[in-house]
């Protein structure tokens, strides 16, 4: 499964650190990096190579080593991880293969989410992780009636479904669970749980619970979970701009919530939908 929160660099020891310490809090999340892509891959790179080296040629038409590079990111931006060496190589060479095939139709393609993966950088961590949501949305969705014409995932999402694969489908609402999501929840719950000053590390039995009550929950409960990565960094930028009044006064409240309530969850909820509608009343 992949893990919403990668591994980053433990923040300077400021002031404004020292309120995070022994919270998930500490680290950033991967889409919080100044990159807006997953440590290590190609997309975070800083020196990346010569972006206009041609790697093929068909019928007039050439495939750069930029154009690779952005469908490897773009791919990585979806599984949440970097690429593996030979995960790289086996893409890189589908993508040749397919533009020596048709050319036009791959350069169409590549061109399409060269905007997309070139403007990650300058989005918000929100709004990175909003528009993360959308694309894997309609890109499953898409792949998913494919598979319905009996055609197999394509090179792309075959690789990023290694990584962050659909654990759940509502085919009536269109919407996908993606692993990453799920895992973004229990990270809700680390989160939450931590500013009560306990060390809480998820559980398989949590993500059972969240698969169980996905199975059973409306349209609408299925939907919050599965934009759980979009409410996770919500509630990351909300609890960051707490004064230190009002985080001591949030800390209270959540001690309070967990330790009378029947269902934590619906406390993470609570909280996560608190931090949203904050959110979108200081940026509106």
């Not at 068909?58 to 750069?64: D, E, P, V």
């Not at 609402?173 to 973004?184: K, S």
């Amino acid at each position: 499964m992949s893990t919403p929160v990668s591994t980053a660099s433990t923040a300077a020891p400021t002031t404004e650190a020292s309120r995070w310490v022994g919270t998930p809090l500490a680290t950033e999340h991967w889409l919080e990096g100044a990159s807006g892509f997953p440590a290590g891959g190609i997309g975070s790179r800083t020196t990346p190579p010569d972006p206009t080296t041609v790697v093929a040629t068909a019928r007039g038409y050439r495939l750069t080593r930029g154009q690779l590079d952005e469908v490897l990111a773009f791919a990585e931006f979806l599984a949440g991880e970097a690429l593996d060496s030979d995960e790289r190589a086996e893409l890189e060479q589908d993508v040749t293969d397919s533009f020596e095939d048709s050319p036009k139709r791959a350069m169409l393609s590549m061109r399409q989410l060269a905007g997309g993966v070139r403007r990650v950088t300058s989005l918000s961590p929100v709004r990175r992780a909003q528009r993360r949501l959308q694309v894997l949305t309609t890109t499953y969705l898409l792949e998913l009636r494919r598979q319905t014409d009996g055609h197999e995932l394509s090179p792309l999402m075959a690789t990023v479904s290694r990584h962050n694969p659909i654990v759940r489908y509502r085919a009536a609402a269109g919407i996908v669970l993606v692993a990453d999501a799920l895992a973004a929840r229990m990270e809700q719950h680390r989160l939450v749980l931590s500013l009560t000053g306990h060390e809480i590390e998820a559980s398989p039995a949590l993500a059972d619970q969240l698969l169980d009550r996905a199975d059973k929950a409306g349209r609408m409960e299925f939907a919050e979970l599965a934009g759980a990565e979009l409410r996770l960094l919500l509630l990351r930028d909300w609890l960051r701009e707490l004064g230190n009044t009002e985080l001591a006064r949030t800390r209270e409240d959540v001690h309070r919530a967990v330790g009378s309530a029947l269902d934590v969850d619906i406390v993470v909820q609570q909280l996560g939908y608190r931090a949203a509608l904050d959110v979108v009343g200081r940026t509106a």
